[in-house]
């Protein structure tokens, strides 16, 4: 059980270059989400995802694009960027419906440094 | 939206005493709190969570209490070890709002031996 897959681990882009963030779960999770991690600010959702078809924004959308063609993959683009986005960012999935089997499950995370 | 404030942003503890980490929210309508340790280069992961209708839970040397008539929560470690070291997230989750997950700022905890 491979759980949340998300790559690259690592890179470097110069600004205005595009690139896309990929992550997959095989748990069949319904809700899935990106957030960045910054210094002394915690995880901030950039987009999420409740099921395959329908997206919407988080906290921080400003300059990602995301997608949700199958439950499985929920992949992040960033359009133009810019060194703000400098972060480590992070995949997660989790069912979504009522009380139960709520845990959030996070991939490895991507360092992304914007030079 | 939900805005979790998370106190103290860094804690230092001698091992083998007890560590407390604090949360509060802002959205009454908020019904699960989950706690992730982050160790160092690592992904987040669950620790301990509790729903709305529980008021303590415990899991060996950890505990969560929920009060939410002040709508705070907080993370109990007890008898410390260096392996406790890490940074603690805590987030709300309101059941209204797609159960989108607001996390706390973080706390940075050292165990000191």
């Known amino acids: 059980n491979a759980g949340v897959t998300q790559t690259p681990k690592f890179q470097v882009l110069k600004t205005g270059q595009s690139m896309t963030l990929q992550c997959a779960q095989d748990?069949?999770?319904?809700?899935m989400s990106w957030y960045r991690q910054d210094p002394g600010m915690g995880l901030r959702l950039i987009h999420y995802?409740?099921?395959?078809?329908?997206?919407d924004q988080g906290e921080v959308p400003n300059g990602y694009n995301v997608s949700r063609s199958t439950t499985e993959d929920f992949p992040l683009r960033l359009l133009s960027a810019a060194p703000s986005q400098t972060s480590v960012y992070f995949c997660?999935?989790?069912?979504?419906?009522?009380?139960?089997?709520?845990?959030?499950?996070f991939g490895q995370g991507t360092r992304l440094t914007v030079v | 939206g939900e805005n979790v404030e998370q106190h103290p942003s860094t804690l230092s503890v001698q091992e083998g005493d007890s560590a407390v980490i604090k949360c509060t929210y802002s959205?009454?309508?908020?019904?699960?709190f989950p706690w992730y340790k982050q160790e160092l280069g690592k992904r987040p992961q669950l620790i301990i969570d509790?729903?709305?209708?529980?008021g303590e839970k415990k899991d060996q040397r950890i505990a969560v209490t929920l009060n939410k008539t002040a709508k705070h929560f907080s993370l109990h470690i007890t008898e410390t070890q260096p392996e406790d070291s890490a940074v603690y997230f805590c987030?709300?989750?309101?059941?209204?709002?797609?159960?989108?997950?607001?996390f706390g700022a973080g706390t940075t905890v050292t165990v000191r031996a």
């Open positions: 997660a999935s989790s069912y979504s419906g009522g009380l139960s089997n709520t845990e959030a499950f």
């Open positions: 748990m069949n999770h319904e809700y």
């Open positions: 995802s409740v099921g395959a078809g329908i997206t």
């Open positions: 959205d009454s309508a908020s019904n699960y």
């Open positions: 509790i729903r709305s209708n529980v």
């Open positions: 987030a709300a989750r309101t059941l209204s709002n797609d159960y989108k997950l607001s």
